[in-house]
């Protein structure tokens, strides 16, 4: 017996279509011409033929037509599942699949995750991401996933889901980022400290399974200070 469970938003219109999207997913992904992961069913096996008796497909929908009907997260649907948005994403390069706890993961995860499972239950996904947008660059449907990203932010803000802490800690950090002496200040100060990723819990979540964090022992400012410098003595040496 064969038994396949496939999400609804996987059906193509056509089985002529089949030959557009499966190239798309894996060179997106991996830059082969076709996927390993690839095989075609024809029902169960003629008298004579091997192959399962019985074939079965179970359409999943699990929070999908509720997605759909969302007027802006609905695009997260046209995901082709080819992961080139986790290959480009910096913070998935770093932390790896399983600190997202759900099935999708990465930039994806996390506009898919709080439409399938409920914003209250996947609310912190959104806020693990810096914004950088090298995952729509990478995305070959276009999902806006940048966009996407602050859209569950926002409704998680307006929901009072997030911590009441968390409004005064993004006024500090604005102001020191905004100050190049309050930033240089700080940096050199948290430089110097241990980060027990075990006494923190949002570091020991996002560092579950792999080292603590390093900073670099000099800030990037000082060493492109040190850069210049060395470049000017060279150019005088000549």
Known sequence: MHVAFVGIEKLLPRFS???LFLPLTARAATGQRLSTFVSL??????EG???PEEVHVVLVDNG???????PEAWETLRCLRCGA???????????????????YSGPIGAVLDPGLLTLEE????????????ACLEACPVRIPIPRLLLTWRHRAVAEGLTPAW???AMKAFRQVMASPALYRLFSKGLRGLPLPQDLLPLLKAWTEGRGPLKPSP???????????VDARTRILAR
């Open 17 to 19: 279509d089949l030959a």
């Open 41 to 46: 069913i024809q029902g169960p096996a003629r």
């Open 49 to 51: 033929e091997e192959g």
């Open 64 to 70: 999908r037509t509720a997605l759909l009907h969302d």
């Open 85 to 103: 948005c986790l290959n480009a994403c910096p913070v998935y390069r770093q932390t790896g699949g399983h600190p997202y706890g759900y099935v």
């Open 122 to 133: 996947a609310y912190p996904l959104p806020y693990a991401s810096t914004l950088c947008g």
């Open 166 to 168: 968390e409004g005064a």
């Open 218 to 228: 000099k800030p990037f400012h000082e060493l492109w200070k040190e850069v210049k």
